[in-house]
């Protein structure tokens, strides 16, 4: 019997193909169960408008300053500093993670430092960020650039120095020299890591930039977050949250993507 062609699909292969079709509703099933429940609760009259604002006052807040370029001016400041804070941030990380995980003095120096910082939170460090750097551009990098930069280190440094030691001794008993050991061994082993410390950098680099925003600026989502809450605009904080939300998810789904192209021996 012969075997079908290759143009058509077999059915192993429309098999394969439906769940991954089902897979990729469910985050939509999930948005229009939220949206559901939210549409219930609005039109219950259980909160009042003020506090809990209905989908559609907040679509008209989003169109509202859309129309008065607020919107367009603001996405562009956040989106600036979040991607040279992250930039910043998520270089330093990857180097000072590849010299920390396998360079002993280097572990031995900064580590426990870098360790002790990683708890304090972003916010905590607007008010020293503004007396370094004033209330301009500067301030808002650092804080961001921080934040990534502890996150993306420990990922790297966890990956770097737990690379299985019979990995570098084969490398070794090969002929590898230190140079190519690391190109060739340590940094594929540790990828994974670091690409998880890229992504949860994403996140965190606009949670840090909304709290660099709140104090001390003048453009920016935070910025316009705390003057919605000024005059008591739930409208606009809600759609300001959904628009920082998409805009991490979106950037999450994009570093997710460049992993699984550059690591493609793992499930990023």
Not at 39 to 59: D, K, L, Q, Y
Not at 129 to 136: D, L, P, R, S, Y
Not at 181 to 195: D, G, M, S, W
Request: aromatic content about 10%; glycine content about 8%; overall charge positive.
């Amino acid at each position: 019997m012969s075997e079908p062609p290759d143009h058509i699909p077999s059915q192993r292969d429309k098999r394969r193909r439906s769940p991954a079709r089902a897979r990729a509703l469910l985050p939509l099933l999930s948005f229009v169960f939220v949206l559901g429940l939210w549409c219930a609760v609005a039109t219950s009259g259980v909160v009042r408008e003020i506090i809990f604002p209905a989908p559609w006052s907040v679509w008209s807040a989003t169109v509202e300053m859309w129309r008065n370029g607020t919107l367009q001016k603001d996405l562009a400041a956040s989106l600036s500093r979040a991607a040279v804070g992250y930039g910043l941030g998520a270089a330093l990380g990857v180097a000072m993670g590849v010299l920390s995980g396998r360079i002993a003095p280097v572990r031995v120096l900064l580590g426990p430092f870098l360790s002790l910082l990683r708890p304090i939170p972003a916010i905590a460090l607007v008010p020293v960020a503004i007396v370094w750097f004033g209330i301009g551009e500067g301030a808002k990098y650092f804080v961001v650039s921080y934040t990534v930069f502890l996150t993306v280190w420990f990922n790297t440094h966890q990956g770097m120095a737990y690379v299985p030691q019979v990995w570098l001794r084969a490398a070794r008993s090969l002929g590898a020299s230190r140079l190519r050991e690391l190109c060739t061994v340590v940094l594929p082993a540790a990828a994974p890591h670091i690409l998880a410390g890229l992504r949860l950098g994403v996140a965190l680099a606009f949670l840090s930039l909304v709290a660099a925003e709140l104090s001390g600026a003048s453009s920016g989502l935070g910025f316009r977050l705390q003057e919605a809450r000024q005059y008591v605009r739930t409208d606009r904080m809600f759609a300001l949250l959904i628009i920082l939300g998409l805009l991490g998810a979106l950037a999450d789904q994009a570093v997710a993507w460049l992993g699984r192209k550059l690591v493609h021996w793992e499930r990023a």
